[in-house]
């Protein structure tokens, strides 16, 4: 790629708004370009415009959304004077989209095959057993093992990273020169992260323009040639990676860098604090003055005119120089530098935890889960042994389908183990009906990935919390709605969200909202399974900083589950590690993290995308 090529993509001035009556400007005044062969990634905290951005380039932001644009041109085609008819002709041809969620942007009625072939008829590029044949070629460029298999089988047949290979081999059949990549890798493992991330770094080396959208500054950080960052709708600083994440000029900019979890950042707070009392900025003012605490007046009424041709190192910052202290140093992060060699064997199960009188909170021994599928039994956990002591966070690592939920389901007693036990408080929690569980059940609680599957959406955030704190035994009238209000201060929600429906709720204020429920009972262990997988960098923090003061006013202990190892590191006082069932290593989270003693530890460190771009990285991807 060539930085004096004439753009493939011009943006220039870009405004999106929803509604007439009070139109909401979802986009304003944002400006870039995309040239062949080049990664540009935008970045952001949900609702920063992103994925508006994104769909207005394949005019997919609906039929009652307003867009201007002084220039919106692909490869010298007006985007703007397009019909739908001549949309077609372009939408996923010549400008491809790969959505995060896989399973759902998947027709379920379908084979993976059926679908890539319909896409090439579709576009006149291949029919019969030529749509055939490309359809098998497609899939194993796309990483696809044994494609011919794949190819005939449905998405939920599929594991996670191989469902997001197909969506990348369907939106690549239509050979498409620029590729938009909405979140692609959220919520998959470290491991098929790497593979989705190899993946699209060669579709740039083989001159695709991609566009990556997401909130993983670590992806970013690995396949980015120039990063936007998105806030309030607006772009706020761009320029080359390198940059941007070493030298990050905007406030904002620097607030996501310092809330991604590393190993310097561990036992410290993710998320700064709002400033009390800061005036929200005017249409004109820097969307961000409301939070930054050097906003001044000039900051709220106006901004920096911004550049109508973006190159180099741009900003929307009066003060760029003084706004902040120098971002933290981070390239001699351990967690995400070299590692020890030679590998050692592994260790036995660690069932060190810290154990207080009376002895651990919860022991798992010796557990083994089997599944029958097919007429074939299939080992899903083998002889996994660990404990947690009282006000402990475990961490719970490993890839998809290494048995970390069906480990996790046997600690909450929903399911049995065929072999070994479950102990908790001291005594079997394995084993018994329910009715015996009964008593100790609210002493145990769980915390899911997407909070809004287990809410009824007909209910507001008070009447959850009020069947949560009835069913832990309060009393009707004021001590139920004192505990509400409790509840909800304890994680830090105002109390005017009381009145809203989940669907209301930002997805940080929703997971608020389910560790309130889960605290209504007082427990003493929480299971968080993939708490914050979904959240972007900015509210996770939030969330885990809540987490993390919780645990200290609560002596509440934490089975943490997550594929993401910087936040399993920043949590975690141990850490257990699975593959394929097993439990592969265990140990305190500094020494597994900086002295790994198993390959599969190493591999999973190694594929770690780092939130740093270093000019060898740039190189190795070149």
Known sequence: MSVTEAPLLSVEGLDVTFGRVEPVRAVRDVSFTLRRGECLAVVGESGSGKSVT?????????????????????????????????????????????????????????????????????????????????????????????????????????????????????????????????????????????????????????????????????????????????????????????????????????????AVPTFASKGTRLSAPAPEGRAAAGPDGCPYAARCPAADTRCRTELPAPPTAPEGHQTLCWHPDTALAPAPPRAADPVFAGLPSPLRKAPPADLSAPVREGGPLLEVREVSKRFRSGGTLHTAVEDVSFRIGAGETLGLVGESGSGKTTTARMVLGLEEPDAGSVRFEGGPWSGLRERQRRERRPRLQVVHQDPLGSFDPRHDVRRILTEAVARAGVARGRPRSARVAELLGQVGLPARLGARRPLELSGGQRQRVAIARALATRPRLLVCDEPVSALDVSIQAQVLDLLAQLRRELDLALLFISHDLGVVHHVSDRVVVMKDGRLVESGPVGQVFTNPSHPYTRELLISLPRPERTPEGQESRA
Do not use: C, N
Not at 64 to 93: K, P
Not at 112 to 125: F, S, Y
Not at 214 to 225: F, M, Q
């Open 54 to 258: 994104a769909r207005t380039l394949l005019g997919l932001t609906g039929a009652r959304a307003g867009v201007r644009a002084r220039r919106l041109e692909f490869d010298g085609v007006d985007l703007t004077a397009l019909s739908e008819r001549e949309w077609r002709t372009v939408r996923g041809r010549r400008i491809g989209l790969v959505l995060q969620d896989a399973l759902v942007s998947l027709d379920p009625l379908r084979t993976v095959g059926a679908e890539i072939r319909e896409t090439l008829g579709t576009h006149g590029l291949a029919r019969g057993a030529e749509a055939r044949e490309r359809t098998l070629a497609l899939l194993s460029d796309a990483g696809i093992p044994d494609p011919r298999r794949r190819a005939a089988e449905h998405p939920h047949q599929l594991s996670g990273g191989l469902r997001q290979r197909a969506l990348i081999a369907s939106a690549l059949s239509g050979t498409p020169e620029l590729l938009v990549a909405d979140e692609p890798t959220t919520a998959l493992d470290v491991t098929v992260q790497a593979q989705i991330l190899d993946l699209l770094a060669r579709l740039v080396r083989e001159d695709t323009a991609l566009l990556l959208i997401s909130h993983d500054l670590a992806v970013v950080a690995r396949l980015a040639d120039r990063v936007a960052v998105m806030y309030g709708g607006r772009i706020v600083e761009q320029g080359p990676a390198q940059d941007v994440l070493k030298d990050p000029r905007h406030p904002y900019t620097r607030a996501l860098l310092a």
